[in-house]
């Protein structure tokens, strides 16, 4: 039975019965579980720059509270005349920088000839919103022994996104995550239009773990704090935030990263949130 199928056999929506499945919890890396009442936050540089950037980048999340270094090596820009990303070396100065910092990593693969290689640096593998659709993708993460946190697709309906994580489980592996990161609709006021109703429906209609980018899914660095405490209100097993030790001088999405001290600011502000629903950073 699918994971749609399921949760409707169990979830009676009409009677208001449940609130839907229970998030199902697993470990990230040693030691760093989701799903549970800890939120997970991830954060990090869009792309792997240098070996000094990604240092400080890991180094001011650490402090400030994150749990998992984020940072693209790989990157699918939309415009192949902008940073692609410095591939298999990004990679490496990544893995160093979370080891250095202290936290598990979680890098973007593109192609599934690329999963084993990646499995080899990073801690979780990132499926980007551009590669929800890509099949033979879902399956070789299915068959890898890393936790994938699968983007939605920015055109994708939650059910399409729920059964993209099912070609990931039908491998074999189940520690799947879900991100929201914004859909496209009429406003350009904001890059994206974060949609918080997916993660409400998403967690009604599977038990999978849900967390939320308000970087990409805004677009400007300064609602990324108002739609990050929206997130965990509404019920989000976390946060991935795009943060640079120098947003204005960034390679990639500067526009909507965070400086260190503004990332410390969201950090302040979401803890008290999370306090106000029942969980904990
Ligand atoms: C990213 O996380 O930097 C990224 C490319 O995300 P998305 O796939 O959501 O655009
Ligand atoms: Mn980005």
């Known amino acids: 039975m699918s994971l749609i199928e399921g949760a409707r056999t169990n979830v009676n929506f009409l009677e208001g019965e449940t609130l839907g499945p229970r998030t199902r919890t697993f470990e990230l890396a040693p030691g760093l579980t989701v799903g549970g009442q800890r939120l997970v936050i991830f954060a990090g540089p869009c792309a792997v720059e240098s070996e000094e950037q990604v240092q ?3 180094r001011g999340v650490k402090a400030a509270g994150a749990h998992v270094l984020r940072g693209g090596a790989f990157k699918p820009r939309t415009s192949p005349h902008t940073f692609q990303g410095l591939g298999p070396e990004g990679l490496v100065l ?12 979680i890098t973007e693969v593109l192609s599934p000839n690329d999963v084993d290689l990646v499995a080899d640096y990073a801690d979780i593998l990132q499926i980007g919103t551009r590669s929800m ?3 033979p993708l879902l399956h070789a993460a299915g068959e890898c022994d890393r936790p994938v946190l699968l983007k939605r697709g920015f055109m994708a309906t939650v059910e399409e996104w729920l059964a993209a994580a099912e070609h990931v489980m039908s491998r074999g592996n189940t520690r799947v995550v879900l991100c929201e990161r914004g859909i496209r609709t009429f406003e350009t006021g904001t890059r994206f239009t974060l949609d918080l109703n997916a993660v409400a429906l998403a967690h009604q209609l599977s038990d999978l773990p849900v967390i939320v980018d308000p970087s990409h899914g805004t677009g400007h660095a300064e609602l990324v704090l108002p739609a990050a405490r929206a997130g965990i209100a509404v019920g989000g097993d976390g946060l991935l935030v795009e943060v640079h030790p120098n947003p204005a001088a960034a390679l990639s999405d500067g526009y909507q990263s965070l400086s260190l001290e503004a990332f410390q600011a969201l950090m302040h502000a979401v803890r008290r949130v999370a306090i106000a629903v029942d969980r904990t950073l």
């Not at 990544?94 to 990593?105: H, I, S, Y």
């Open 56 to 58: 400080a980048a890991a």
């Open 94 to 105: 990544l893995r160093d920088a979370g080891r250095e910092a202290g936290l598990p990593t």
């Open 133 to 135: 659709h890509n099949i």
